[in-house]
């Protein structure tokens, strides 16, 4: 508070004394003059501090199945086994119980079959980001297949890390319930936990013994670690193993292709997983600098691969579909659920509209319209995964009891 200094009033009385005192004769009182009322001065009302504005949150508003671009062209057959795949999980849910019961009798032959029960059982909802966008961003991933050998040697120098022994997961929702899906990673150091190593401390560190195989490209290993999982040829062995992800070290995903944007290095036309590869390539002393830009490191563990046409299994727990599965932000989309897709093929304005599964997660994967879209396994998927990056409208599929 501040306080404004004013020169002090002299009071009239004692001017009137002062004069008495040079004076035998005392002066009759001055009545001529009214007394003087004190105005008062008015009191200003504060005004009341304005309550703090809402948080923007997510919409999901209700919508006809008319209102799907290209709903009534998709073949729902082909989309029809990854939802078995999300029931098999939702069906434990009470929301879902119901619905996915009834799916179990459909014929998955009968696509007008298909198509009635969900017209019947569903209601689409387009998803309304925070700030009031109906468009997202629409990527897309694969899974890669890798070079290597149980044993380092020769050209397989580049390990491929198991979860390590000190890495300590603290799962926030046993404490704060409302942090559902969010875990705090780290290592004990004395009586504290502190975050665990990144990227770059991790390659400088020596994690002898936690090798899970070795691999013949730096390059494709870190691509690896963006994908999630991937398959590997043993050249010692002569078979073919899936490393799935088994955790992460803590530190959050950052975009090296955006890094280079940034720096000036790409354009964004530029900043696919081939430019990125190619710029690499012409700046071999610098690939190291570039990967530590991702503090995020991923860790693996060894599947048998005992069909070559199952996809490695995503965050919800069962195989992913490829052109039928996607990553979404869990904390904005319920895992599992279908989703009507809206957007169009990598660098092209050729629509790509249909029905898949939220069935994965990905730490780059964040925000309400935000999707990744499975391409699944071999050189096309890896070359569409790679070139990815459209504009798209989602709608999310809930059973019509729900709210």
């Known amino acids: 508070m501040f306080f404004t200094r004013r020169s002090l009033p002299v009071p009239l009385t004692l001017v009137a004394l002062a004069l008495a005192a040079c004076t035998s004769t005392p002066l009759p009182p001055d009545t001529s003059r009214a007394p003087v009322t004190p105005v008062p001065v008015p009191v200003p009302t504060p005004e009341p501090t304005p309550a703090p504005a809402k948080p ?41 119980k119901e619905s996915c019961s009834i799916a179990r009798s459909v014929n998955s032959g009968d696509e007008q079959a298909i198509r009635t029960f ?54 926030l929702a046993s404490v704060y319930p409302e942090l559902k899906g969010m875990r705090l990673r780290g290592k004990v150091v004395g009586k504290k936990l502190v975050p665990y190593a990144t990227r770059a401390d991790i390659e400088k560190a020596d994690f002898g013994g936690k090798e899970l195989l070795w691999v013949d490209d730096p390059v494709e290993s870190f691509f690896l670690q963006v994908q999630g999982s991937g398959r590997v040829q043993l050249t010692d062995s002569k078979e073919t193993v899936r490393v799935a992800y088994a955790d992460q070290n803590g530190h959050p995903y950052k975009s090296i292709g955006k890094y280079l944007v940034e720096k000036g290095e790409l354009t964004l036309e530029q ?97 309400a319209i935000r999707v990744d879209y499975f391409f ?28």
């Open 271 to 367: 900043a696919s997983a081939q430019g990125i590869k190619a710029w690499i390539a012409g700046h071999p002393t610098r690939m190291q600098e570039l990967f530590n830009v991702n503090p995020s490191y991923v860790f693996f563990k060894e599947e048998r691969l005992p069909d070559p046409k199952i996809g490695p299994k995503g965050a919800l727990g069962v195989p992913l579909t490829p052109s039928r599965s996607v990553a979404i932000d869990a904390s904005q989309l319920p895992l599992g659920a279908p989703v009507f897709l809206s957007t169009t093929m990598p660098n092209s304005d050729i629509p790509l509209q249909r029905l898949v599964m939220a069935q994965d997660t990905g730490g780059a994967i964040r925000g």
């Open 56 to 96: 923007a949150v997510m919409q999901l508003v209700p919508a006809p199945f008319s209102a799907l671009p290209g709903w009534d062209k998709d073949d729902l057959r082909a989309a029809w086994p990854a939802f078995l795949s999300s029931c098999s999980v939702l069906a434990k849910q009470a929301n879902w």
């Open 118 to 171: 969900f017209e019947a059982f569903m209601e689409p909802n387009q998803v309304i980001a925070p700030d009031g966008a109906n468009e997202g961003l629409v990527t897309g991933y694969y899974e890669p297949l890798l070079r290597g050998a149980r044993k380092k040697g020769g050209p397989y120098q580049t390990p491929l890390y198991k979860v390590p022994d000190d890495m300590i997961t603290v799962d």
């Open 376 to 403: 699944g396994f071999g050189t096309e998927a890896a070359e569409n995964a790679g070139r990815m990056k459209q504009r798209g409208n989602v709608w999310v599929l809930l059973p019509k009891q729900v709210q």
